[in-house]
């Protein structure tokens, strides 16, 4: 090797240890820094049981074509949910949880539809009404820019940051698949997709959540959770006209739940519930 083939290689060299220090400097300076270092609970990822059908609560069906009150004329003429006693064997309860969420194994919620004809028939679980994650007994109101107001939206919080989501399903092997429709702190709505459900028994099933999901802020709060908005049981056209019976059970996120904090970090609370100053009156 010359000495001029040596001179380009180090410099080529150096050129690629500086670009991968300033990407390293970026990373480094990506997150929110406080005069404190977290501890080892900056990376907490952990299995979150989200809903396990113990407790009944307002979810919902519908689907599409849409039921017809003319029992001749409708397009779908059995749409029932229930809950259910039973649930998968290979499902072990939770031997603790914060909520107490998972601790039981006892029931399941079960759908029951028929199509009257084949073709691209959806069927749509929608949940209970939205309510903080954290909090079951106060109630989340989102903008709704068609009414201009606030409503309370038919939704499950999904805490942290999450990187997965699973559930459990019992099918019956029919042609549908499912889908979990997911919505950003934007309003934008994201499809994930679970896959065919033409399968016998229980099995869990799951789904990753895109890199491309925007979950969080370069300001305080960082997070900026997700939240399911339906489930939809989606036919393929090979998908007969029949009775179906399919059921869902522990519902549970792969999430971060790590939030920055730092002196200081409520006090937006506290100027909410302020006096004006005597020029802002």
């Given at each position: 090797m010359t000495n001029k083939h040596k001179f380009l290689m180090m410099t080529f060299s150096a050129f690629i240890v500086v670009v991968i220090g300033l990407l390293g400097y970026n990373n480094a300076n990506s997150k929110i820094i406080t005069n404190i270092e977290p501890d080892i609970s900056a990376e907490e990822w952990k299995a979150v049981v989200i809903e396990d059908f113990e407790k009944p609560l307002d979810w919902s069906l519908d689907s599409v074509p849409k039921k017809n009150t003319e029992p001749k004329k409708d397009p779908t003429p059995v749409l029932k949910?229930?809950?259910?006693?039973?649930?998968?064997?290979?499902?072990?309860?939770?031997?603790?949880?914060?909520?107490?969420?998972?601790?039981?194994?006892?029931?399941?919620?079960?759908?029951?539809?028929?199509?009257?004809?084949?073709?691209?028939?959806?069927?749509?679980?929608?949940?209970?009404?939205?309510?903080?994650?954290?909090?079951?007994?106060?109630?989340?109101?989102?903008?709704?820019?068609?009414?201009?107001?606030?409503?309370?939206?038919?939704?499950?919080?999904l805490p942290g940051r999450v990187k997965a989501i699973s559930v459990w399903f019992h099918g019956r092997g029919n042609d549908y698949n499912l889908e979990c429709w997911i919505k950003d702190h934007i309003g934008e709505v994201h499809i994930l997709k679970f896959g065919s459900l033409n399968f016998v028994g229980w099995r869990p099933l799951k789904a990753y959540i895109p890199k491309y999901v925007p979950q969080k802020m370069e300001s305080y709060p960082m997070t900026r959770g997700l939240k399911i908005v339906r489930f939809v049981i989606r036919s393929t056209p090979d998908a007969k006209p029949v009775d179906v019976y399919m059921f869902f059970d522990q519902l549970k996120a792969l999430t971060d739940t790590y939030e920055v904090s730092f002196d200081g970090q409520d006090l937006h609370k506290s100027f909410e519930q302020g006096t004006l100053a005597p020029e802002e009156k």
């Open positions: 949910l229930k809950y259910i006693q039973g649930g998968p064997s290979a499902l072990r309860p939770e031997r603790w949880t914060a909520d107490k969420r998972g601790m039981e194994k006892k029931t399941c919620l079960g759908i029951h539809f028929k199509f009257r004809y084949p073709g691209y028939n959806s069927i749509h679980l929608l949940p209970p009404l939205e309510v903080s994650w954290d909090d079951p007994n106060k109630k989340v109101l989102t903008y709704d820019s068609r009414t201009g107001k606030e409503i309370q939206e038919k939704a499950i919080q």
